[in-house]
């Protein structure tokens, strides 16, 4: 079974920096493809980043050179780091997971299978 689990939101100051963490049960982790995407109150499920097995990474418009995936396969986890984190990254935060892993990098969310509960994260300015 894939399960996906989210860590490491909350609430912070905007200029802060967070850390969110996916762990993803499974013993084919190595070679899935994992992805974050995020979803505000109004709006659609928005992709944020995607890493492949080979560590490729793929960032969506909004990353905008503060968000850096990268991902440990000892400890079956791939993290999300925010940085300079702005109001309007105020959102639910959800690791999706592609078992069919492979080099394409898809950004959308059709293509994932498993999903977490996602964690909550709200800046304050």
């Known amino acids: 079974q894939v399960q996906p689990v989210e860590s490491g939101g909350g609430l912070v100051q905007a200029g802060d920096s967070l850390r969110l963490s996916c762990v993803v049960s499974?013993?084919?982790?190595?070679?899935?493809?994992i992805a974050w995407f995020r979803q505000a109150p109004g709006n659609e499920r928005e992709f944020i980043a995607a890493i492949n097995w080979r560590r490729d990474a793929n960032y969506g418009g909004s990353a905008e050179g503060r968000f850096t995936i990268a991902r440990d396969n000892e400890k079956n986890t791939v993290s999300l780091q925010i940085n300079l984190l702005k109001p309007e990254d105020a959102a639910i935060y959800y690791c999706a997971v592609d078992p069919a892993g492979g080099l394409d990098i898809s950004t959308l969310f059709s293509q994932y299978d498993y999903w977490g509960q996602g964690t909550q994260v709200t800046v304050s300015s």
């Open positions: 499974g013993n084919r982790f190595m070679y899935y493809t």
